[in-house]
T-cell receptor, first 112, second 118 residues
Framework: GNSVTQMEGPVTLSEEAFLTINCTYT??????LFWYVQYPGEGLQLLLK?????DKGSNKGFEATYRKETTSFHLEKGSVQVSDSAVYFC???????????FGGGTRVLVKP | DAGVIQSPRHEVTEMGQEVTLRCKPI?????LFWYRQTMMRGLELLIY????????DSGMPEDRFSAKMPNASFSTLKIQPSEPRDSAVYFC????????????????FGPGTRLTVL
Protein backbone atom coordinates (compact mmCIF):
# COMPACT_ATOMS: atom_id res chain seq x y z
CA GLY A 1 0.00 0.00 0.00
CA ASN A 2 0.90 3.67 -0.12
CA SER A 3 2.80 5.26 2.73
CA VAL A 4 4.54 8.52 3.60
CA THR A 5 7.37 8.89 6.10
CA GLN A 6 8.55 12.23 7.36
CA MET A 7 11.01 13.27 10.00
CA GLU A 8 9.70 13.50 13.51
CA GLY A 9 9.70 16.79 15.29
CA PRO A 10 9.66 19.05 16.96
CA VAL A 11 12.12 21.06 14.94
CA THR A 12 13.18 24.21 16.75
CA LEU A 13 14.91 26.96 14.79
CA SER A 14 15.89 30.56 15.17
CA GLU A 15 14.41 33.18 12.87
CA GLU A 16 16.18 33.40 9.47
CA ALA A 17 17.54 29.86 9.79
CA PHE A 18 17.33 27.31 6.97
CA LEU A 19 14.59 24.71 7.27
CA THR A 20 14.54 21.22 5.78
CA ILE A 21 11.88 18.62 6.49
CA ASN A 22 12.55 15.24 4.94
CA CYS A 23 9.75 13.24 3.32
CA THR A 24 9.93 9.91 1.53
CA TYR A 25 7.10 7.87 0.09
CA THR A 26 6.15 4.41 -1.07
CA UNK A 27 3.65 4.13 -3.90
CA UNK A 28 3.17 2.44 -7.25
CA UNK A 29 3.34 4.50 -10.39
CA UNK A 30 3.54 8.26 -10.25
CA UNK A 31 1.57 9.67 -7.33
CA UNK A 32 0.92 13.37 -6.84
CA LEU A 33 2.80 14.82 -3.87
CA PHE A 34 1.74 17.56 -1.47
CA TRP A 35 2.84 19.55 1.53
CA TYR A 36 0.09 20.77 3.83
CA VAL A 37 0.55 23.17 6.74
CA GLN A 38 -1.54 23.38 9.90
CA TYR A 39 -1.33 26.53 11.98
CA PRO A 40 -2.40 26.35 15.63
CA GLY A 41 -6.13 25.88 16.04
CA GLU A 42 -6.80 25.65 12.31
CA GLY A 43 -7.43 23.05 9.63
CA LEU A 44 -4.83 21.99 7.07
CA GLN A 45 -3.99 24.23 4.13
CA LEU A 46 -2.24 23.20 0.96
CA LEU A 47 1.25 24.72 0.90
CA LEU A 48 2.55 23.32 -2.39
CA LYS A 49 2.26 20.35 -4.70
CA UNK A 50 3.99 18.49 -7.55
CA UNK A 51 2.33 16.09 -9.93
CA UNK A 52 5.18 14.55 -11.90
CA UNK A 53 8.84 13.68 -11.53
CA UNK A 54 11.28 16.61 -11.32
CA ASP A 55 8.44 19.10 -10.78
CA LYS A 56 9.21 21.75 -8.19
CA GLY A 57 6.38 23.08 -6.07
CA SER A 58 6.85 26.45 -4.42
CA ASN A 59 4.84 28.86 -2.29
CA LYS A 60 5.53 31.46 0.41
CA GLY A 61 9.29 30.86 0.11
CA PHE A 62 8.93 27.10 0.57
CA GLU A 63 10.07 24.67 -2.12
CA ALA A 64 9.98 20.92 -2.68
CA THR A 65 11.13 18.86 -5.69
CA TYR A 66 9.54 15.58 -6.75
CA ARG A 67 12.43 13.09 -6.87
CA LYS A 68 11.30 9.81 -8.36
CA GLU A 69 14.73 8.18 -8.14
CA THR A 70 14.88 8.67 -4.37
CA THR A 71 11.09 8.65 -3.80
CA SER A 72 11.44 11.90 -1.87
CA PHE A 73 9.74 15.28 -1.61
CA HIS A 74 11.77 17.24 0.94
CA LEU A 75 10.48 20.65 2.03
CA GLU A 76 12.91 23.57 2.28
CA LYS A 77 12.83 27.24 3.16
CA GLY A 78 15.88 29.42 3.13
CA SER A 79 14.95 31.87 5.89
CA VAL A 80 12.14 31.03 8.30
CA GLN A 81 10.02 33.49 10.24
CA VAL A 82 8.21 33.15 13.54
CA SER A 83 4.97 32.99 11.55
CA ASP A 84 6.16 29.72 9.94
CA SER A 85 5.67 27.95 13.26
CA ALA A 86 3.18 25.20 12.45
CA VAL A 87 2.81 21.48 11.78
CA TYR A 88 3.80 20.39 8.28
CA PHE A 89 2.35 17.28 6.62
CA CYS A 90 3.70 15.49 3.57
CA UNK A 91 1.06 13.59 1.60
CA UNK A 92 0.38 11.76 -1.65
CA UNK A 93 -2.53 10.71 -3.82
CA UNK A 94 -2.25 7.74 -6.19
CA UNK A 95 -2.60 8.13 -9.95
CA UNK A 96 -6.25 8.56 -10.93
CA UNK A 97 -7.38 8.60 -7.32
CA UNK A 98 -8.14 11.27 -4.74
CA UNK A 99 -7.48 9.60 -1.40
CA UNK A 100 -4.70 11.41 0.46
CA UNK A 101 -2.16 9.41 2.45
CA PHE A 102 -0.50 11.62 5.06
CA GLY A 103 2.79 11.39 6.89
CA GLY A 104 2.80 11.80 10.64
CA GLY A 105 3.43 15.54 10.58
CA THR A 106 6.44 17.58 11.72
CA ARG A 107 6.02 20.36 14.27
CA VAL A 108 8.22 23.37 13.56
CA LEU A 109 8.83 26.08 16.15
CA VAL A 110 10.64 29.24 15.08
CA LYS A 111 11.98 31.40 17.88
CA PRO A 112 12.71 35.11 17.54
CA ASP B 1 -16.05 31.94 -0.84
CA ALA B 2 -16.98 30.64 2.59
CA GLY B 3 -14.79 27.56 2.42
CA VAL B 4 -15.70 24.29 4.09
CA ILE B 5 -18.04 24.91 7.00
CA GLN B 6 -18.16 22.64 10.03
CA SER B 7 -20.41 22.75 13.02
CA PRO B 8 -20.21 22.80 15.91
CA ARG B 9 -16.65 24.06 16.42
CA HIS B 10 -16.53 22.61 19.90
CA GLU B 11 -18.58 19.83 21.45
CA VAL B 12 -18.43 18.54 24.99
CA THR B 13 -20.59 15.57 25.82
CA GLU B 14 -20.83 12.72 28.26
CA MET B 15 -20.01 9.12 27.55
CA GLY B 16 -22.94 7.28 26.02
CA GLN B 17 -24.48 10.31 24.35
CA GLU B 18 -25.02 10.63 20.60
CA VAL B 19 -22.85 13.15 18.80
CA THR B 20 -23.53 14.55 15.32
CA LEU B 21 -20.93 16.55 13.46
CA ARG B 22 -21.92 18.51 10.37
CA CYS B 23 -20.12 19.61 7.25
CA LYS B 24 -20.97 21.82 4.30
CA PRO B 25 -18.45 21.38 1.47
CA ILE B 26 -17.41 24.07 -0.96
CA UNK B 27 -20.05 24.57 -3.62
CA UNK B 28 -19.23 22.62 -6.78
CA UNK B 29 -16.95 20.12 -5.07
CA UNK B 30 -18.02 16.52 -5.48
CA UNK B 31 -15.67 14.74 -3.11
CA LEU B 32 -15.95 14.93 0.66
CA PHE B 33 -13.63 13.50 3.30
CA TRP B 34 -13.90 13.00 7.07
CA TYR B 35 -10.66 12.89 9.09
CA ARG B 36 -9.85 12.48 12.76
CA GLN B 37 -6.76 13.96 14.40
CA THR B 38 -5.30 12.93 17.75
CA MET B 39 -1.90 13.25 19.33
CA MET B 40 -1.52 9.49 19.51
CA ARG B 41 -2.66 8.46 16.04
CA GLY B 42 -2.09 11.62 14.02
CA LEU B 43 -4.38 12.35 11.07
CA GLU B 44 -6.61 9.46 10.00
CA LEU B 45 -9.02 9.28 7.07
CA LEU B 46 -12.33 7.88 8.32
CA ILE B 47 -14.45 7.86 5.15
CA TYR B 48 -14.80 9.64 1.85
CA UNK B 49 -17.56 10.22 -0.68
CA UNK B 50 -17.51 10.86 -4.41
CA UNK B 51 -20.73 12.32 -5.82
CA UNK B 52 -22.48 11.62 -2.49
CA UNK B 53 -21.60 7.90 -2.63
CA UNK B 54 -19.35 6.41 0.07
CA UNK B 55 -16.24 5.09 -1.66
CA UNK B 56 -14.01 3.97 1.18
CA ASP B 57 -15.10 3.62 4.80
CA SER B 58 -12.25 1.37 5.88
CA GLY B 59 -11.04 4.01 8.32
CA MET B 60 -14.27 4.10 10.32
CA PRO B 61 -13.17 2.69 13.66
CA GLU B 62 -16.26 0.70 14.54
CA ASP B 63 -20.01 0.41 14.18
CA ARG B 64 -20.57 3.28 16.58
CA PHE B 65 -19.46 5.60 13.77
CA SER B 66 -21.64 6.35 10.75
CA ALA B 67 -21.52 8.98 8.02
CA LYS B 68 -24.07 10.16 5.52
CA MET B 69 -24.14 12.53 2.59
CA PRO B 70 -27.78 13.03 1.62
CA ASN B 71 -26.94 15.68 -0.96
CA ALA B 72 -23.98 17.49 -2.49
CA SER B 73 -24.03 20.29 0.07
CA PHE B 74 -24.26 18.45 3.38
CA SER B 75 -22.70 15.58 5.29
CA THR B 76 -22.91 14.27 8.84
CA LEU B 77 -20.66 12.11 10.98
CA LYS B 78 -22.48 10.48 13.85
CA ILE B 79 -21.06 8.69 16.88
CA GLN B 80 -23.44 6.67 19.01
CA PRO B 81 -22.79 5.92 21.74
CA SER B 82 -19.79 8.17 22.26
CA GLU B 83 -16.81 7.10 24.37
CA PRO B 84 -13.93 9.08 25.93
CA ARG B 85 -11.49 7.59 23.39
CA ASP B 86 -13.45 9.33 20.64
CA SER B 87 -12.16 12.67 21.90
CA ALA B 88 -10.32 14.27 18.97
CA VAL B 89 -10.51 16.99 16.37
CA TYR B 90 -12.65 15.94 13.42
CA PHE B 91 -11.98 17.57 10.08
CA CYS B 92 -14.09 17.64 6.96
CA UNK B 93 -12.47 18.36 3.59
CA UNK B 94 -13.78 18.69 0.06
CA UNK B 95 -12.33 18.67 -3.43
CA UNK B 96 -13.28 18.36 -7.05
CA UNK B 97 -12.92 14.96 -8.68
CA UNK B 98 -13.22 13.70 -12.22
CA UNK B 99 -12.69 10.06 -13.00
CA UNK B 100 -9.71 9.30 -15.17
CA UNK B 101 -7.79 12.51 -14.50
CA UNK B 102 -4.61 12.75 -12.52
CA UNK B 103 -5.34 13.11 -8.84
CA UNK B 104 -3.89 16.56 -8.39
CA UNK B 105 -6.99 18.24 -7.05
CA UNK B 106 -6.48 20.08 -3.78
CA UNK B 107 -8.45 19.13 -0.72
CA UNK B 108 -9.79 22.12 1.21
CA PHE B 109 -10.12 21.54 4.92
CA GLY B 110 -12.65 22.96 7.31
CA PRO B 111 -11.65 24.43 10.70
CA GLY B 112 -12.51 21.22 12.51
CA THR B 113 -14.75 20.21 15.39
CA ARG B 114 -13.03 19.62 18.70
CA LEU B 115 -14.92 16.81 20.44
CA THR B 116 -14.48 16.05 24.11
CA VAL B 117 -16.26 13.04 25.57
CA LEU B 118 -16.23 12.99 29.35
Amino acid sequence: GNSVTQMEGPVTLSEEAFLTINCTYTATGYPSLFWYVQYPGEGLQLLLKATKADDKGSNKGFEATYRKETTSFHLEKGSVQVSDSAVYFCALTPPAGNKLTFGGGTRVLVKP
Amino acid sequence: DAGVIQSPRHEVTEMGQEVTLRCKPISGHNSLFWYRQTMMRGLELLIYFNNNVPIDDSGMPEDRFSAKMPNASFSTLKIQPSEPRDSAVYFCASSGFRRGLASNLEQFFGPGTRLTVL
